[in-house]
DNA sequence: CGGTATGAGCTCC
DNA sequence: GGAGCTCATACCG
């Protein structure tokens, strides 16, 4: 009973990777669902890609068109309460605006929880169907990002943020 | 810049 | 079940 099941969800399973002209970008969907979106720093590319809707629109997204991935299902199994307060808060930064770690500590009632936020955000399986590269340090510096600060200076000056000279005093 | 306060989660005992 | 550690922070001097 627990092999079949296991069997319906491999079945259901989609992996693929797309080629952007940051990197390459793996995504791993379940049903409809988005279970993960990495961010590499890898250039070679295994070969095709399959079409589905989150990967048509992400390749849409990364040529710099303005899409809204707020309504897509996210898989956030395995996060703690606190953990998808985190996410979800992130979630709702609209595409071009940025929030700051200490901001979406308070939204979610945890005002000095903000160093927990950041280290929260570095466990997003999700990248940019949850939009941590929105979410910067409080002056207006960078702050972090785990799959590499290129990332997240590329999406943010594509989404119009970040000006040229603004990266260089992370 | 450097130090300190700070919270969530994890590992070890 | 707590001490001790790790973090993509904030804020002050």
Redesign the pocket.
């Known amino acids: 009973m627990i092999r079949e099941e296991a069997h319906l969800r491999v079945d259901r399973m989609k992996v693929t990777s797309l080629r952007t002209k940051f990197g390459r970008v793996d995504i791993c969907e379940e049903g409809a669902k988005a279970r993960g979106i990495v961010l590499t720093n890898d250039t070679e590319h295994p070969g095709d890609e399959m079409e589905t809707k989150l990967s048509k629109n992400l390749l849409r997204y990364f040529e710099g068109e303005r899409v809204d991935f707020s309504r897509y299902d996210v898989d956030l199994s395995g996060y703690?309460?606190?953990?998808v307060k985190v996410l979800q808060a992130t979630r709702r930064i609209p595409y071009g605006a940025v929030k700051?770690?200490?901001e979406i500590a308070e939204e979610i009632g945890?005002p000095?929880?903000?160093?927990?936020?950041?280290?929260?955000?570095?466990k997003?399986r999700s990248?940019v169907v949850i939009p941590?590269?929105r979410?910067l340090?409080?002056?207006g510096?960078l702050?972090?990002?785990?799959?590499g600060i290129e990332w997240k200076i590329n999406l943010l000056k594509m989404e119009g943020v970040l000006k040229d000279p603004d990266y260089l005093r992370a």
């Open positions: 703690t309460p606190f953990e700051s770690y200490k945890n000095r929880a903000y160093r927990a936020v950041g280290y929260t955000l570095s997003n990248c941590c590269h979410v340090g409080s002056g510096s702050g972090g990002f785990s799959a």
